[in-house]
Nanobody
């Protein structure tokens, strides 16, 4: 079982940057695909990014491609989301998640464990 704790959210102006971190407990971090999702008030949960077990494959949602970068450090049991050129529409609660199967990294229902979320607010 994995426990996930996100950090790094906050308030930033349009065009600014933030780096989210997600620390995982347990010894099996490297066996999970890791993903980031977000949810704004009144909207459905949206896929942001995912990364394979070794970090060799990454996946991005269309709305963040070219601006966000996902990475992981298996030695530190941590996954990161570097967010650049932030826009007001990026405002949401960002969730880290772990997926053991890796079959469909873009699909939130495939994920087995979730963090509590961290708020990101981008002011215009």
């Amino acid at each position: 079982q994995a426990q996930l704790v996100e950090s790094g959210g906050g308030l930033v102006q349009t065009g600014g940057s933030l780096r989210l971190s997600c620390a995982a407990s347990g010894r099996t971090f490297s066996t999970y695909y890791m993903g980031w999702f977000r949810q704004a008030p009144g909207k459905e949960r949206e896929f942001v990014a995912a990364i394979s077990r070794s970090g060799g494959r990454t996946f991005y949602g269309d709305s963040v491609k070219g601006r966000f970068t996902i990475s992981r450090d298996n030695a530190k049991n941590t996954v990161y989301l570097q967010m650049n050129n932030l826009k007001p529409e990026d405002t949401a609660v960002y969730y880290c998640a772990a997926d053991y199967s890796g079959n469909s990294p873009r699909v939130w229902t495939e994920y087995d464990y979730w963090g509590q979320g961290t708020q990101v607010t981008v002011s215009s």
